[in-house]
């Protein structure tokens, strides 16, 4: 068999015995090696003295934008190199976009290789990039190649986990885009580690990092891509069929949506809002966690009764620790988030769930100037914790949601299109922030109080975003597509039908090695426990 056909979706449907624990790892690795980029601000210091290594080289201020981006004997700036951030998710959402039907034909195994190569591949043309000082390198890399490689890794799980779980939509895809959120707490760390290591009087390690972290996520991405499997067609967990409930619910459709007709439907478009409004909410104050803390607490995080502006540079530098703890503790709430609510809407319904996300969020946001005026740092911090949770919780939640209203079929590809939503969130959340912050200052109100239009704004956005969610009904039955296109379009999948002789013995929980299964787990499982240690212990000096 050569190596084309064993990425072919017809030679990956699973066999008698397989165990369908082995394929949440499997999506776990290639999302945690993507979530990395989450954590390039690790990058944006050293590369602004790539080339004076100690300090920063600047560029002629007369010297247009073409010649800067084109010189090589002058330093970046941190407002170029962002860029390349931007570019991570304007390339995420529209890679995902365009190739989610191509998805779900060619089968996931495809798909995470491909996924592979985009983003290994774009982290060698960076280094490239970063070797011969050229930074438009560095946006083509990382940027495009890879931002196309995050979205076809980010949407790569979510058809075929949706299928393997019908019992636990919500956790399946929960488990694996958890890894998304959890990628930079293993990549920034070891990031830091292999600059520091590389580091010498002519590279401050940048370059030599990114070949090396290129290589280590190829080796990971490949693994997870090869232990994708579909499973056959009518397949379904041993002894468990849907719940009369379940069938009762109009909310979960029994039937399914072609991509082409899903888009179209108001019923995609309200939720497309309500991930676009949950997402701006959340990542907006993500980006601006650390000066937030800064500004909002002043010298009150070390003992002293001063506010921003008044500190010395040695204070402003250990408050600056502890607001990097405040982050790290946002991470861990936005990892674990993405389980806990993902989980929790197997019970309660997508819709419901994110009801909850927005009144919880309104009152938390209407509530958040006030907490701050009245110095109580605990609550302030434990706010920002739930909203990050939720924020988390937004993106595990909607594959099921989308699954629930439009079927399984087609969900790969129509999440791909939901996922513009991440893109017009990452540039209007951290926009709207930005903005709102500096024209308050401009205003002439002290820092410390920047925030309190925000919060009000950002509460707005959430009741916009219930409405949304209130008005979501269930899809009318002639988008529905007929048995005979259903069948049309599973053949194009290269679907098979589960053989009656061998369906009883499929529908196990699988005769898998049980030292297969452990292995997979501790693969992806360790890395993740070591990140999230080492989060742990920055989050701490928050409580000291």
């Known amino acids: 068999m050569s190596f084309l056909q064993l990425l072919s979706k017809e030679n990956i449907v699973a066999k008698e015995g397989f ?22 601000s690790v990058f ?20 247009g934008f073409m010649s800067e ?16 951030f931007q570019l991570f998710f304007i390339f995420l959402g529209g890679a995902a976009a ?6 779900e034909h060619a089968g996931p195994r495809k798909a995470g290789v491909a996924a592979a190569i985009c983003w290994s591949g774009g982290l060698v043309v960076s280094a490239l990039g970063v070797y011969v000082h050229q930074i438009w390198l560095l946006w083509l890399g990382a940027g495009v190649i890879g931002g196309i490689g995050l979205g076809l890794g980010y949407i790569s799980p979510v058809s075929t986990l949706i299928k393997w779980f019908p019992d636990r939509r919500g956790m399946a895809t929960g488990m694996a885009i958890m890894g998304f959120g959890g990628g930079a707490m293993i990549g920034a760390p070891l990031a830091d580690w292999l600059m520091r290591h590389f580091a010498s009087p002519t590279s401050v390690g940048v370059w030599e990092t990114f070949l090396v972290m290129a290589l280590i996520y190829f080796v990971y991405m490949m693994a997870g891509a090869f232990g994708y499997r579909v499973p056959p067609t009518g397949w379904k967990p041993s002894g468990w069929t849907a719940p009369a409930s379940a069938a009762a619910n109009t909310m979960i459709t029994q039937r399914h949506v072609h991509v082409s007709k899903a888009w179209k439907t108001s019923q995609f478009w309200l939720i497309w809002g309500v991930l676009c409004l949950n997402v701006t909410a959340g990542i907006g104050i993500l980006g601006m966690a650390s000066p937030l803390l800064q500004e909002v607490f002043g010298g009150h995080l070390i003992n002293l009764d001063l ?10 530098a250990q408050i600056a620790t502890i607001a990097a703890g405040f982050t790290g503790l946002l991470s861990l709430f936005n990892i674990g988030g993405r389980f ?21 969020g309104i009152v938390l ?115 529905f597509m007929t048995e005979a296109e259903l069948a049309a379009e599973r053949k194009l999948s290269s679907d098979r039908d589960v053989p009656v002789s061998s369906g009883a013995q499929m529908a196990g929980a699988g005769t898998a090695n049980p030292a297969l299964v452990i292995l997979a787990w ?14 742990l212990q920055k989050a701490l000096i928050l409580f000291k």
């Not at 003295?49 to 300090?55: D, E, P, W, Y």
């Not at 365009?98 to 998805?103: A, E, S, T």
């Open 307 to 316: 506010g921003f502006n008044d500190l010395s540079l040695a204070q402003k």
């Open 98 to 103: 365009l190739l989610g039907g191509w998805l």
């Open 19 to 40: 165990n369908r624990w082995l394929v949440p790892p499997a999506a776990l690795a290639i999302h945690l090696c993507i979530g990395m980029a989450y954590g390039f």
């Open 44 to 63: 944006w210091l050293p590369l602004t003295r790539a080339v004076g290594i100690s300090s920063s080289v600047n560029c002629p201020t007369d010297m």
């Open 340 to 360: 806990f609510w993902a989980s929790l809407s197997d019970r309660i319904g997508r819709k419901m769930t994110y009801f909850a996300f927005f009144v919880i």
């Open 522 to 535: 501790a693969a992806v499982g360790i890395p993740l426990a070591i990140g999230i240690w080492i989060t």
């Open 365 to 479: 946001y209407a509530s958040i100037p006030s907490i701050g005026k009245a110095g109580h740092l605990g609550f302030f911090v434990l706010s920002f914790c739930i909203i990050l949770s939720m924020y988390g919780g937004g993106f595990a939640t909607v594959p099921a949601y989308l699954a629930d209203m439009f079927g399984s079929q087609m969900v790969g590809a129509i999440h791909g299109i939901l996922l513009t939503a991440w893109s017009t969130a990452g540039v209007l959340g951290p926009f709207v922030v930005n903005y709102i912050r500096e024209s308050q200052i401009a205003a002439g109100v002290p820092k410390a109080h920047a925030y309190d239009v925000t919060m009000y704004v950002l509460a707005g956005m959430l009741a916009l975003g219930f409405i949304c969610n209130l008005l979501v009904r269930p899809v009318k039955p002639e988008v």
């Open 69 to 84: 981006i084109m010189a090589s004997n002058c330093d970046w700036k941190i407002s170029s190199l962002v860029i390349m």
